[in-house]
């Protein structure tokens, strides 16, 4: 089977513009969840779909959205951007405990 | 409030030596475990995962240990090699309120092996 595959992989913004990323799961998995990574904080959980519902979400601001499709692929947005959401945004897909996680998204806001 | 903890942010370990890595926990309402091994600019890729109701499970080199009344876990390396210096984040999973499982990461600890 593919792996998680998350498009694009490098993207360069300026402050209070808008991006949106997008994550492909492993074929036959339908839980897709989004994770900020930055420098000293780890993996910070911002949202979890399943079957095209939302039902985990992490505590960002309401400028990080997310949707789900029919096909399980998903997409995050952020809204506004500002400089501290440099970061690496990883999306990982499950159909049971364990997460599988994509490469990851380098966003750098200038 | 971190409910994953991993205390010591690197670890240099030789060549063929066992690499100990630790994580302590505080919520009681995890029933699962994972580690996750991360090379740079890559994503986290699963190492092994342990059921609370275990307190030991073994894959190849990597073991990991469930101490429950310490709410404490660790993974040994054996014998630790080069391609083992990665970044490792140790994960907790709980339910939340609605029924769906929450994981929690910790902020990983970077191990370096020295050939």
């Not at chain 1, 949106?20 to 036959?28: D, Y």
Request: charged residues 15%; contains cysteine; hydrophobic residues 30%.
């Amino acid at each position: 089977k593919a792996g998680v595959t998350q498009t694009p992989r490098y993207l360069i913004k300026t402050r209070g513009q808008q991006v949106t990323l997008s994550c492909s799961p492993i074929s036959g998995h339908r839980s897709v969840s989004w994770y900020q990574q930055t420098p000293g904080q780890g993996l910070q959980f911002l949202f979890e779909y399943f079957s095209e519902t939302q039902r985990n979400k992490g505590n960002f601001p309401g400028r990080f959205s997310g949707r789900q499709f029919s096909n399980s692929r998903s997409e995050m947005n952020v809204s506004t951007l500002e400089l501290g959401d440099s970061a690496l945004y990883l999306c990982a897909s499950s159909q049971d405990r364990t997460q599988y996680f994509g490469p990851g998204t380098r966003l750098l806001v200038l | 409030d971190q409910q994953v903890k991993q205390n010591s942010p690197s670890l240099s370990v030789q060549e063929g030596r066992i690499s100990i890595l630790n994580c302590d926990y505080t919520n009681s309402m995890f029933d699962y475990f994972l580690w996750y091994k991360k090379y740079p600019a890559e994503g986290p890729t699963f190492l092994i995962s342990i059921s609370s109701i275990k307190d030991k499970n073994e894959d190849g080199r990597f073991t990991v240990f469930l101490n429950k009344s310490a709410k404490h876990l660790s993974l040994h390396i054996v014998p630790s090699q080069p391609g083992d210096s990665a970044v490792y984040f140790c994960a907790a999973i709980s339910m939340n309120s609605g029924g769906y499982q929450k994981v929690t990461f910790g902020i990983g600890t970077k191990l370096q092996v020295i050939p």
